[in-house]
């Protein structure tokens, strides 16, 4: 039986390094798509509560100004430990829609002093579902940023398929896609800051591999969003507007856009997804089944 269903992906900024203005507008953000008749609706990279881009800009030494900017990563990051998320959770439950969202989050397990870049999963039931945390950081994150495991590789049922996901430049690393692939995941979930088209072109291929939708939610942020009480910001040209330029996108299991990427503008992409084309694709090619070759290939992923 055939399963329609509309999903979002959000394109928009943070309100740079406030957790609490910043959830405020993921809510109105969340309560729009709903209106808008959404299911499903997925937020970019660290939108809880910004992309710490400044690694890419400060020289590494600076260690008086990187420690300023972890200090306040830090302190606007996210637990599970703490109320953080019950406002999402609140807002997902109200709206009957689930919320898949990245965040800065907080170790609170152990020393709650490491920060991991992760995807908060919440059900429309305003349940948490599971927090996936970055595997590996790219380049410079990795001054803010510690890595994830793989007991946060998770995949989970839905009424309109099963999804699950990877963040940013993780969905270049084969093993990973196909640790997702394995577990049947129909709609794949990347929050990125990647907005090149490159990462356009690479989404559309991991559409096509995994025989899945892929939603790419990348933030959109104008360098006069970032406060000026931010060294940092001096250091871009003075001519420059945006910081990120979005690219967000939705595409389908054939590797078609269906949601065309928006371009240095801020908003939300809508588009129905069937998961009868689902099983249409991996008719022909199933990456983890009649293609997987297991007399071939041996895989596994310690949890």
């Known amino acids: 039986m055939n399963q329609i269903t509309k999903v979002a992906v959000v394109q928009d900024s943070s309100v740079f390094l406030n957790k609490d203005a910043t959830i405020e507008k993921a809510i109105a953000l969340i309560q729009k798509a709903a209106k808008d008749g959404a299911k499903l609706v997925l ?20 260690k008086k100004v990187m420690s300023e900017m972890f200090s306040a990563l830090y302190n606007n990051a996210i637990s599970t430990q703490d109320d953080s998320l019950k406002p999402l959770y609140k ?30 999963y919440i059900s429309d039931q305003g349940e948490l579902l599971g927090i996936h945390r970055k ?14 495991d793989g007991t946060t590789l998770h995949s989970f049922d839905t009424p309109f398929g099963k999804i699950g996901g990877l963040i940013c430049w993780e969905c270049y690393m084969p093993l990973a896609r196909v640790a997702m692939y394995n577990q049947a995941v129909q709609i794949f979930l990347t929050p990125t800051w990647d907005s090149s088209d490159g990462w356009h072109n690479a989404m559309k291929h991991i559409a096509l591999e995994g025989g899945m939708y892929v939603l790419s939610s990348t933030q959109a942020l ?15 040209a003075d001519d420059r507007e945006w910081i990120n330029k979005g690219n967000s996108c939705i595409i389908n299991p054939k590797g078609q856009v269906i949601a065309e990427p928006l371009n240095a503008k801020q908003g939300i992409l809508y588009a129905d997804i069937d998961t009868a084309e689902i099983t249409n694709q991996k008719w022909l090619f199933d990456s983890a089944g009649h293609y997987a070759r297991p007399d071939v290939f041996n895989f596994s992923v310690n949890k």
């Open 135 to 148: 595997l590996i950081p790219t380049g410079g994150e990795r001054l803010m940023w510690g890595q994830g």
């Open 43 to 62: 937020f970019p990279e660290a939108f809880i509560s910004g992309y710490p881009d400044w690694v890419w800009t400060l020289q590494p030494s600076n």
């Open 222 to 236: 104008k360098k006069d969003e970032i406060p000026d009480s931010y060294e940092f910001k001096n250091l871009y």
């Open 91 to 120: 807002a997902a439950k109200e709206n009957a829609i689930y919320v898949v969202i990245g965040a800065s989050e907080k170790n609170s397990e152990a020393s709650n002093a490491t920060l991991f870049n992760s995807m908060v």
